[in-house]
């Protein structure tokens, strides 16, 4: 890494299932306003923005960033799209602290988002391929057949799925910009929940949500600008391997360890569960939180499952290492704007704005984005000193 | 005029046409198919076979020239039961999307299981592919309409998919 990069603006929306009082642009304004307030900062201040969102059928408008740059500031200034499916919120802030820990730029906008209501996403996610039956039925029924696995291999029982849905809705009643809000969870109800796509229950799922997350990035003479401490960045990492190859482990993939692996090594990371305060990780259904937690090094293969079921990843457990304290993926998802609200979530507990879901004296926090067919990684590591 | 209300949304179905050109590898497996033949490539590195073939090994970029035939036979690796409806959807619900490990195959392909209870479909059940009539078939994996149980015991399923992770090229 170069220059040292500080995150000193964090804006969201509240995650819904349709904004309907603003088009695309507005919704994202609305959060990069607010990160430029957070950081002391107007339009003018920035030198670029990144700006990350999913497939675009998921909104059924092509390519809209080509009309986004007069509503973000950027006449005359560079404006870009990343797009690596579901981890491009993640990968769109990272490229953005890249243009900063790279001496092109010092102030820089990154914001991920996505408005769901304005398509059909299972449609959008179901495409037909040529001279193929066709069977694909949603990112739902995608991911099922590795959730079936893991529980082929880990003999997990079947209550560690319903455990982590009540858990992330119930840390969401702490978070008021969390699209599902639902006082009455609780296991009965997740397990009476349909059986969409067995073995994933309803309330086991993420929700489609319209929503924008933005973060200011600046290099180390602007840091202290902004109206709370700065989180400094630790480090960052992606990697990628293909959707089907023979072989692949599509339950603990390679790129997703790999990328852990040089991530913790950025920081001097050796014992994951215990260096970090808390992680804000990409689970869309609810058995991928012990999946990851295998992925990444919290615990040995196998084992994932028994942290949840301690209560290790709860807040209101008093867990030892609180995953997902907005209420992850499971309480709000605008899939291109999912993965900056990880990254952001984990900064804004950093630097002690996390309201309701503050992990007390929180130094140094994970966030986590993966997308495509569990194939795309993208992770930082923020604290709360310098690196 | 009467009561206006706003405008809020308005409907725009979209829809995309394309041509699809398959490439060399795919071309001679939907050739093959056509005639009632599944066939795969062989990795020259790691002895893996693809199925479907392809002209490059994922794993090494090595031109993969070796064709083989394969069964119509093999067991369920994984699976999911969709129940869920949405819009423009093929398959009726609920219908079985499995996994399924082709005997001589080292790469799983997709397709239905059927003529059996929903329950008690397992991962290592051994399957067979139910054909479409001769007069029915064209260049497309829907030659086959489904795999069935052939009633077999179940293979090892843990210990068929680790070995050919072991097969990994360093």
Redesign the interface.
Known sequence: MGDRCAVIGIGQTKHTDKRLDVNQTGMIRESCNRALKDANMTWKDLDAVVIGHAPDTIEGCMTPELYQAEALGMVGKPLFRVHTAGSVGGSTVIVGSKLITGGIHEKILVVGWQKMSESQSTWALSPVIPFQPALMAGAGGFFAPHIREYIRRSGAPEHIGIKVAVKDRKHALRNPFAHIHQESVCEEEIRNSPMLWDPIRFGETCPSSDGSCAMVLVSEKHADRGSAKPAWIHGTEMRSEPTIMPGRDEVNPRSGSDCAKSLYKQAGITNPRKQFDMAEVYVPFSWFEPMWLENLGFCDEGEGWKLTDEGATSMDEGGDIPWNCSGGVLSSNPIGGTGTVRFAEAALQVRGQAGDRQVDGAKLALGHAYGGGSQFFAMWIVGSEKP | MSETKPV??VN?P?CVDFD?T?GKA?SNF?RSIKKGQLIGSV?PD?G???CPPRSYS??TASPMTEIVELADTGMV????????K??????EVP?V???ILLDGA??PI???IQECEVEDIR?GMRVKAVWRDESEWT????N?KYFKPTGEPDAP??EIMEN??S??HA
Not at chain 2, 77 to 84: L, R
């Open positions: 809020k949304y725009t979209i699809y398959p795919t939907l990795c790691t893996k076979v693809y994922v794993e690796y994984t699976f999911c039961i969709v129940n869920i949405f819009y423009d959807q093929a398959q219908y999307s499995a996994y080292d790469l997709m397709h239905l991962p260049e497309s994996m829907e086959i399923v843990g050919i992770r097969k990994s």
